[in-house]
């Protein structure tokens, strides 16, 4: 471990690099740009720009195309709070209460709470990479098919557990959210599901589409419906915002430490930052004091899933690096650069790269403290967006939309898709049916099935597979517990308090 | 400077095309605006590494005078991509690499397209398979696993895989028949996650391409044990202690009759003049030069073979006949072929 010091030593050396430090704001800079747009997406911008890169040296490279990561991270968040739509899956949740407060005026804070936990936990991320590596990478190999089942079985079930509509309202709502993830190509078969020859359904439901039109589209025509007036107009813009919402962060420490340890360990569990974000909010928001308050604007809500997203997804650089497993499309893109550059991730990275390795652990330091001055001074700003009159605000949102929903694909049978999905998420939150289930289980509905029948495959079908060792057995129980913790808690405040029913 | 650079092409082509009409010798087609390059793949797998670096080498020695831009199109096994460039007639901007789902796609799943949809301009490369096993298992060489193998009842062994109905399961069932014994395959979404799952002992076996498991194996955590080619790889770097790919066997050899290598060519939409593709075939060519294309070759330990016009056409068709008869073997032919 002493040793890991010593390179990352070394590794401030090259990252400190003053063309470096350029690079890193530059990268954060073009970062948040694609993070506001949506559909543009960290992977698109690292994808485009990697070719401009194969002149530079592995190391300023990959800082540069990591920062640009970072920043879209960052920029996700914005248009999370500002028009409830979130650029990337792990920003879902901060929509929850990030929007609501800046419907009613508290953008600037919410956005200073959004940087500054990301911040915190991709730092706690970092610190954590420095000191257990190795260590780290070895769990991560413990899991197959069934761990991993298991693990999104216990993000679902949370949210079934710890949502705050009728259970079965979630319930419908995550149904059909699996429905629409089978559509396409069936790995385990490799067979068309659900496509009735279309050949625009072949690649399924896209998840950024369905996200578009369900929270952008459907927020819109909600919007409209209600007088054509952002309440956040009346917001007042105040440079000190940054400053006084610092001084209320520390207070919820608990929150911040719990969404560390429950986004590290999503990270390096190849589960990703999704599950993370929602986990941590679910759990915020059954245990924090203001739970009740929780989805109508509440700072507690947006630091939670935000530290969470942002640990996972700095850990997951982990796994990347050491088994060369990219855990999500941005890492993907990041791993052909790596190979490019003459670098094969995998165990010996570490040993035979490590001054690349400990160049890309410093910057990662380096690029979240200069990604974090670089959104916070820009917090009044983007805050002030809210002022300008909805009339004009809206059709350059829904142009906004439209171009994100193209590019997602270069199809324009996307932009159709979203506008259906706005009018079905209209509809839906006019119902009180909760948008997020069917969000979670398009994004991870596909990975849950195909670990599920991996593991059914590889134990011959016997469901015992989900409890064949202590790691895959306390994982599962655990979802258990909180997918029947209404029932739960039910039963003991009846046992608590024996009354006549 | 650039847009400059682009007008004065531009002007040569239209040049060109006037000086056609007299001397077609003379005339070369070049391109316009920037190519796009398909990938009927997702990110990170064997076919996007190669188009990724392609469009890197291009664009750093300056081969082509406009952009080359990657676009992974993976929906239906790689369908979507196909039939984008099935559909695009007579584009010569557009170029896809592919996989062997262009002969497995369309059988496995119906979905209309076949490789005489479009216009072949070269073959790359030939991507080769390996039989790996986890380092810790103690099956030092393939005979001794496949003697583990027959002695064990159907389906104790798992073998992971990339896709289902495709190039690794279609390995994996002339595996079984060779020996006579049902494995147990198990698909997983690309080739660098079955390579993890190898080493964490999810499953017994893999047949990983060189380029998927090549850091597995300099670690120490999975062991080739014999080649599905006819023979040996020629590349002699070492790569762990003393053994480089040249010391891994092929499979007929340690008893195990089955060869099986994987198609990296490049195609063009249908329609397009015999110019772009010889503009294409050459720029290849000009590829193959780079001393970056020569290290992932190495790196992966490819079948270095380069093919194009008529040759190429006969190569294809003999490989579909083989797919074809594969497939109809192990029963994954879709009803509606």
Request: glycine share 10%; net charge neutral; charged share 15%.
């Given at each position: 471990?002493?040793?890991?010091?010593?390179?990352?030593?070394?590794?401030?050396?090259?990252?400190?690099d003053?063309?470096?430090?350029?690079?890193?704001?530059?990268g954060?800079?073009?970062g948040?740009?694609?993070?506001?747009?949506?559909?543009?997406?960290?992977?698109?911008?690292?994808?485009?720009?990697?070719?401009?890169?194969?002149?530079?040296s592995?190391?300023?490279?990959?800082?540069?195309l990591?920062?640009?990561?970072?920043?879209?991270l960052?920029?996700?968040?914005?248009?999370?709070v500002?028009?409830?739509?979130?650029g990337?899956?792990?920003?879902?949740?901060?929509?929850?209460?990030?929007?609501?407060?800046?419907?009613?005026?508290?953008?600037?804070?919410?956005l200073?709470?959004?940087?500054?936990?990301?911040?915190?936990?991709?730092?706690?991320?970092i610190?954590?990479?420095?000191?257990?590596?190795?260590?780290?990478?070895?769990?991560?190999?413990?899991?197959g098919?069934?761990?991993?089942?298991?693990?999104?079985?216990l993000?679902?079930?949370?949210?079934?557990?710890?949502?705050?509509e009728?259970?079965?309202?979630?319930?419908?709502?995550?149904?059909?959210?699996?429905?629409?993830?089978a559509?396409?190509?069936?790995?385990?078969?490799?067979?068309?599901?659900?496509?009735?020859?279309?050949?625009?359904?072949?690649?399924?439901?896209?998840?950024?589409?369905?996200?578009?039109?369900?929270?952008?589209?459907?927020?819109?025509?909600?919007?409209?419906?209600?007088?054509?007036?952002?309440?956040?107009?009346?917001?007042k813009?105040d440079?000190?915002?940054?400053?006084h919402?610092?001084?209320?962060?520390?207070?919820?420490?608990?929150?911040?430490?719990?969404?560390?340890?429950?986004g590290?360990?999503?990270?390096?569990?190849?589960?990703?930052?999704?599950p993370?974000s929602?986990?941590?909010?679910?759990?915020?928001?059954?245990?924090?004091k203001?739970?009740?308050?929780?989805?109508?604007?509440?700072?507690?809500?947006?630091?939670?899933?935000?530290?969470?997203?942002?640990?996972?997804?700095t850990?997951?650089?982990?796994?990347?690096?050491?088994?060369?497993?990219?855990?999500?499309p941005?890492?993907?893109?990041?791993?052909?650069?790596?190979?490019?550059?003459?670098?094969?991730?995998?165990?010996?990275?570490?040993?035979?790269?490590?001054?690349?390795?400990?160049?890309?652990?410093?910057?990662?330091?380096?690029?979240?403290?200069?990604g974090l001055?670089?959104?916070?001074?820009?917090?009044?700003?983007?805050?002030?967006?809210?002022?300008?009159?909805?009339?004009?605000?809206?059709?350059?949102?829904?142009?906004?939309?439209?171009?994100g929903?193209?590019?997602?694909?270069?199809?324009?049978?996307?932009?159709?898709?979203?506008?259906?999905?706005?009018?079905?998420?209209?509809?839906?939150?006019?119902?009180?049916?909760?948008?997020?289930?069917?969000?979670?289980?398009?994004?991870?509905g596909?990975?849950?099935?195909?670990a599920?029948?991996?593991?059914?495959?590889?134990?011959?079908?016997?469901?015992?597979?989900?409890?064949s060792?202590?790691?895959?057995?306390?994982?599962?129980?655990?979802?258990?517990?909180a997918g029947?913790?209404?029932?739960?808690?039910?039963?003991?405040s009846?046992?608590?308090?024996?009354?006549?029913? | 400077?650039?847009?400059?650079?682009?007008?004065?092409?531009?002007?040569?082509?239209?040049?060109?095309?006037?000086a056609?009409?007299?001397?077609?010798?003379?005339?070369?087609?070049?391109?316009?605006?920037?190519?796009?390059?398909?990938?009927?793949?997702g990110?990170?797998?064997?076919?996007?590494?190669?188009?990724?670096?392609?469009q890197?080498?291009?664009?750093?020695?300056?081969?082509?005078?406009?952009?080359?831009?990657?676009?992974?199109?993976?929906?239906?096994?790689?369908?979507?991509?196909?039939?984008?460039?099935?559909?695009?007639?007579a584009?010569?901007?557009k170029?896809?690499i592919?996989?062997?789902?262009?002969?497995?796609?369309p059988?496995?799943?119906g979905i209309?397209?076949?490789?005489?949809?479009?216009?072949?301009?070269?073959?790359?490369a030939?991507?080769e398979?390996?039989?790996?096993?986890?380092?810790?298992?103690?099956?030092?060489?393939?005979?001794?696993?496949?003697?583990?193998?027959k002695?064990?009842?159907?389906?104790?062994?798992?073998m992971?895989?990339?896709?289902?109905?495709?190039?690794?399961?279609?390995?994996?069932?002339?595996?079984?028949?060779?020996?006579?014994k049902?494995?147990?395959?198990?698909?997983?979404?690309?080739?660098?996650?079955?390579?993890?799952?190898?080493?964490?002992?999810?499953?017994?076996?893999?047949?990983?391409?060189?380029?998927?498991?090549?850091?597995?194996?300099?670690?120490?955590?999975?062991?080739?044990?014999?080649?599905f080619?006819s023979?040996?790889?020629?590349?002699?770097?070492?790569?762990?202690?003393d053994?480089?790919?040249?010391?891994?066997p092929?499979?007929?050899?340690?008893?195990?009759?089955?060869?099986?290598?994987?198609?990296?060519?490049?195609f063009m939409?249908?329609?397009?003049?015999?110019?772009?593709?010889?503009?294409?075939?050459?720029?290849?060519?000009?590829v193959?030069?780079?001393?970056?294309?020569?290290?992932?070759?190495?790196?992966?330990?490819?079948?270095?073979?380069?093919?194009?016009?008529?040759?190429?056409?006969d190569?294809l068709?003999?490989?579909?006949?083989t797919?074809?008869?594969?497939?109809?073997?192990?029963g994954?032919?879709?009803?509606?072929?």
């Amino acid at each position: 471990m002493l040793e890991n010091f010593t390179y990352l030593y070394h590794g401030f050396g090259i990252a400190a690099d003053p063309f470096n430090i350029l690079l890193m704001a530059v990268g954060i800079l073009l970062g948040v740009i694609i993070g506001v747009l949506p559909g543009l997406g960290g992977a698109n911008g690292v994808a485009i720009l990697l070719p401009l890169t194969f002149s530079m040296s592995p190391t300023s490279a990959i800082i540069l195309l990591t920062c640009i990561y970072w920043g879209a991270l960052f920029g996700g968040a914005i248009t999370s709070v500002l028009f409830n739509i979130p650029g990337e899956p792990w920003s879902v949740a901060t929509t929850f209460d990030g929007h609501p407060m800046a419907r009613s005026g508290r953008a600037g804070e919410a956005l200073t709470a959004a940087f500054t936990s990301s911040f915190v936990g991709a730092f706690v991320a970092i610190v954590m990479i420095t000191m257990i590596a190795p260590l780290v990478a070895q769990f991560a190999l413990r899991f197959g098919p069934a761990e991993k089942f298991a693990v999104y079985f216990l993000a679902f079930a949370s949210f079934v557990g710890m949502s705050k509509e009728a259970p079965s309202k979630t319930i419908v709502s995550m149904m059909i959210g699996f429905a629409l993830a089978a559509v396409g190509l069936d790995m385990v078969t490799g067979q068309l599901r659900l496509t009735f020859g279309f050949e625009e359904l072949l690649n399924g439901f896209d998840f950024l589409i369905a996200v578009i039109g369900l929270f952008g589209i459907g927020e819109i025509l909600l919007t409209m419906e209600e007088g054509l007036e952002f309440r956040g107009k009346a917001a007042k813009i105040d440079a000190k915002v940054v400053w006084h919402t610092w001084k209320t962060l520390p207070k919820y420490w608990m929150t911040s430490i719990r969404s560390c340890i429950i986004g590290c360990w999503m990270g390096i569990t190849p589960a990703g930052a999704t599950p993370a974000s929602f986990m941590a909010y679910g759990i915020a928001k059954r245990v924090s004091k203001n739970g009740k308050n929780f989805g109508n604007g509440e700072i507690e809500g947006v630091i939670a899933p935000e530290t969470a997203a942002h640990a996972a997804g700095t850990s997951a650089m982990l796994p990347m690096l050491a088994l060369g497993v990219p855990g999500s499309p941005t890492a993907a893109v990041l791993l052909g650069g790596l190979l490019i550059w003459g670098l094969q991730p995998g165990p010996m990275l570490f040993v035979e790269q490590a001054e690349f390795v400990w160049g890309l652990i410093a910057s990662m330091y380096l690029g979240n403290i200069v990604g974090l001055i670089l959104v916070l001074t820009t917090v009044p700003l983007f805050a002030s967006i809210l002022r300008i009159p909805f009339s004009i605000i809206a059709p350059v949102i829904l142009v906004i939309c439209a171009i994100g929903a193209y590019t997602v694909n270069n199809n324009v049978f996307d932009v159709v898709m979203m506008l259906v999905f706005g009018v079905i998420g209209y509809v839906m939150k006019k119902t009180n049916y909760p948008l997020a289930p069917l969000v979670l289980a398009i994004v991870l509905g596909d990975a849950a099935e195909e670990a599920f029948r991996q593991s059914l495959l590889a134990s011959g079908g016997a469901i015992s597979v989900f409890w064949s060792n202590p790691l895959v057995s306390s994982i599962m129980g655990l979802g258990l517990v909180a997918g029947l913790w209404p029932l739960i808690s039910n039963l003991f405040s009846r046992l608590r308090t024996p009354q006549p029913a | 400077m650039k847009n400059l650079h682009a007008l004065g092409l531009g002007t040569l082509t239209a040049l060109g095309l006037a000086a056609m009409s007299m001397v077609p010798a003379a005339a070369e087609w070049k391109p316009t605006k920037p190519v796009e390059f398909i990938v009927p793949a997702g990110t990170g797998g064997g076919a996007d590494q190669m188009a990724r670096t392609l469009q890197g080498i291009i664009a750093k020695h300056e081969l082509m005078p406009t952009q080359l831009i990657v676009i992974n199109k993976s929906g239906g096994a790689g369908g979507e991509g196909f039939l984008d460039v099935k559909n695009s007639k007579a584009n010569p901007h557009k170029i896809v690499i592919t996989l062997s789902n262009l002969f497995t796609t369309p059988l496995a799943t119906g979905i209309p397209f076949n490789w005489k949809d479009m216009t072949p301009v070269a073959m790359l490369a030939l991507d080769e398979f390996i039989l790996w096993v986890n380092a810790q298992e103690p099956y030092k060489t393939a005979q001794e696993y496949e003697a583990a193998i027959k002695a064990a009842p159907d389906g104790t062994f798992k073998m992971g895989g990339t896709g289902s109905k495709q190039e690794d399961q279609i390995i994996t069932v002339a595996v079984e028949k060779a020996l006579g014994k049902k494995m147990t395959y198990i698909p997983y979404k690309g080739g660098g996650e079955v390579a993890v799952q190898l080493v964490g002992g999810h499953v017994n076996s893999t047949v990983n391409n060189p380029i998927e498991a090549v850091s597995q194996w300099r670690g120490d955590k999975v062991r080739p044990l014999c080649v599905f080619d006819s023979k040996p790889l020629p590349y002699t770097d070492k790569i762990l202690g003393d053994l480089s790919w040249s010391s891994v066997p092929t499979c007929k050899s340690a008893g195990l009759d089955v060869e099986y290598v994987m198609l990296r060519g490049i195609f063009m939409p249908p329609g397009v003049s015999e110019e772009q593709v010889a503009y294409f075939v050459d720029l290849f060519k000009k590829v193959r030069e780079t001393p970056e294309w020569k290290q992932l070759m190495k790196d992966g330990a490819f079948n270095q073979t380069f093919m194009a016009g008529a040759e190429f056409k006969d190569w294809l068709t003999k490989a579909e006949a083989t797919h074809k008869g594969l497939m109809q073997e192990a029963g994954f032919i879709a009803a509606a072929n």
